[in-house]
Structure formats: structure tokens, C-alpha cells
């Protein structure tokens, strides 16, 4: 970080300490001389020498910007390959999540189903004969409702799934041409039955 500032300020160091140089030797010859008749020599010496000067610190300021605007495209390049990777380690963990919560939903909900079905079997044994139909009914009714939520989240989760990966592999794969199919003979196979 500190490097880069020591670069640009060795640059302007330069600049500064030959504009120095040169008007002290511009100063000097003119006391040399006579200045009724090169004071327009000196004058114009003089801008000029602070023209260059210029376009020298224009130069300097023009490349210590570029390298900080370098240097800050690299580091937010890092953190954006950073946020990716994370977004990425964050998506398979809650994909992991998810597999482990349906997991133990349906098996808590599986238990709970059979454990109707056995209160209503039970019950129509010992003579409660509609009030055990009502509960095994009710157990069915249960088991076939999760059973459907669950294939239509299954049939969601893909669909979701399938659009994504054409989005993504779209731009990627070259669209496909259609082959044409070759056509059985049917010489042979009428031999074949005939044999």
C-alpha cells in the first residue's frame, strides 16, 4: 500500500527539484545579462518551463491513478470470486439441509400415520367398530395428502432445476441438429420370421 505512494512521490520529487534547477539557472543568466533585452527570451523560457512542469505532474498523477484503479479492479475481482465461492458453499448446505428435513418429516410423519392406523385396527377389535373406521380413514386421508404434497414438490424441485440448468447451459452448448434416423431394412427381418 505504501509502495505505490512512495513511487508517485519520488516521481514528483523529480519534477519538483528540476523546475528548481532550471529557474535558478534561468535566474542566474538573467542577472548575467541584460534584461532590457532578453527579458521576452527569459518570460517565454520561463512558460515554458512551467508548461513541461505541468505535463510532467499530469503524467505522474495520470499513472499513480491508473495503478490504484488497477489495484482496486484486482481486489474487488478477489472479493467477487470470494462472495461466489460462498454463495455457492451456502447453496449446497441448505440443499443438505433441506434433504435432511424432508428426511426426518417423512419419517415422523410415516410413524405418526401408522401409529393411527394401529389405534383405529385396535379399536375396531375391541368393538368400537366406527370410531376405529373413522380414525383409519382419517390416517389414510393423512397418508395420501402428504403423499401428493410430496411428489408435487418433488415435480417443482426438478422443474426448478431443469430451467436453471438451461439458462446456464444455454449460452454454453451449440443448438443441436436433428440426425436423421436410419430406416430398418425389412428384407431381413421378413427372413428372420420366415426362419
Known amino acids: 500500500m505504501l509502495g505505490p505512494r512512495i513511487g508517485g512521490v519520488f516521481k514528483f ?29 527569459f518570460g517565454m523560457l520561463a512558460a515554458t518551463l512551467g508548461v513541461l512542469v505541468a505535463l510532467w505532474f499530469d503524467s505522474v498523477i495520470g499513472s499513480v491513478k491508473e495503478q490504484a484503479m488497477a489495484r482496486q479492479h484486482k ?75 410430496s411428489r408435487q414438490e418433488k415435480m417443482i424441485r426438478a422443474r426448478e432445476q431443469k430451467q436453471a440448468e438451461k439458462l446456464i447451459y444455454a449460452q454454453d452448448l451449440p443448438a443441436l441438429t436433428e440426425q436423421p434416423t436410419p430406416r430398418p431394412r425389412l428384407g431381413r427381418s421378413r427372413k428372420r420370421q420366415a426362419d
Open 75 to 149: 481486489r474487488h475481482a478477489r472479493e467477487r470470486e470470494k462472495l461466489r465461492v460462498q454463495a455457492e458453499k451456502e447453496k449446497s448446505k441448505l440443499a443438505k439441509q433441506r434433504k435432511r428435513s424432508s428426511g426426518g418429516a417423512t419419517l415422523k410423519t410415516g410413524l405418526a400415520v401408522g401409529g393411527m392406523v394401529g389405534v383405529g385396527v385396535a379399536m375396531m377389535f375391541a368393538q368400537l367398530m366406527t370410531l376405529g373406521l373413522l380414525t383409519v380413514s382419517a390416517a389414510g386421508g393423512a397418508a395420501l395428502g402428504y403423499g401428493v404434497r
Open 13 to 41: 520529487l523529480i519534477g519538483i527539484l528540476l523546475l528548481q534547477v532550471a529557474t535558478a539557472l534561468l535566474t542566474y543568466t538573467a542577472m548575467q545579462t541584460d534584461l532590457k533585452q532578453t527579458m521576452w527570451l
